[in-house]
């Protein structure tokens, strides 16, 4: 039962398919009474400590959920990082349920992960957001911040017409397909060349400009891995946590949303480590 909970099906459909197998009824409480047995795996795996391991470079991001709090449903977020350890391996390294996404509920995230024993960071990984940059320069010394393409790729085209800039998106995206900084460099100067005067496009170019060294720091933060370029690997696991999550639509309270997340962050995390073949060639 508790399989079928952390699978994606409801309580209510978990007591109907047991009644249907089974031929005995169960009920919703009694289901829901029995998932609660994961709170101190989800605890116990959640505040680990990582000592002895080291992560060079992690990932983070944060997907929204709803939930019910004081008869009110409101929006809290759930902050969640992967590391990549130094043999290349993929793992989730921590989440937590909070209140928006800022400065401080960012440096409060790194801190939980900091009071874990997280070192030895080389490279954080994430969106441009404005909190969660200064969380990274404060939480952070001698790490470089790798702004995800994918991100930067559409804030760039965000101020440019949707119509005949054909040519010029094509162009924008082959920089980002190479994986040299200095011939990315050269591609990116000759782009502002042949658009930086046009009105359309002058938004465009000052934001690529503008970003351009923070989107290729990890051409040159030592050896260059073109799977560290964006948090694509997050935005997946955050889809697999929302395919899931959807299914509840709106939590009763927090400690279930940090059950079923943490449940399904855990059998993610597991299949990560138990593969035989490394994300990053180290």
Known sequence: MVEMYVSGVSTRKVSEIVEELCGKSVSKSFVSSLTKELDQVV?????????GKKYPYIMVDVMYIKVRENHRVISKSCHIAVGISEEGTREIIGFLIQD??????????FEYLKQRNLKNVKMVISDAHKGLIAAIKKNFTDVSWQRCQVHFLRNIFSSIPKKNSTSFREQVKAIFRLTNIEDARKAKDLILDAYGDNIKYLKACDALD??????????????????????????????????????IRIFPNVDSATRLIG??????????????RAYLKM
Request: charged fraction near 30%; glycine fraction near 4%.
């Open 263 to 276: 449940a399904i962050l855990i059998d993610k995390h597991e299949k990560w480590i138990s593969s035989p």
């Open 100 to 109: 928006g996404e800022s400065d401080r509920t960012w440096s409060h995230f």
């Open 210 to 247: 503008e970003g351009f060294d923070d989107a290729f720091q990890y051409a040159v933060n030592g050896i260059s891995h073109p799977r560290l370029r964006s948090t694509n690997l997050l935005e997946r696991l955050n889809e697999e946590v929302r395919r899931r999550e959807k299914v």
């Open 43 to 51: 605890h116990e795996w959640q505040y680990c400590s990582l000592q």
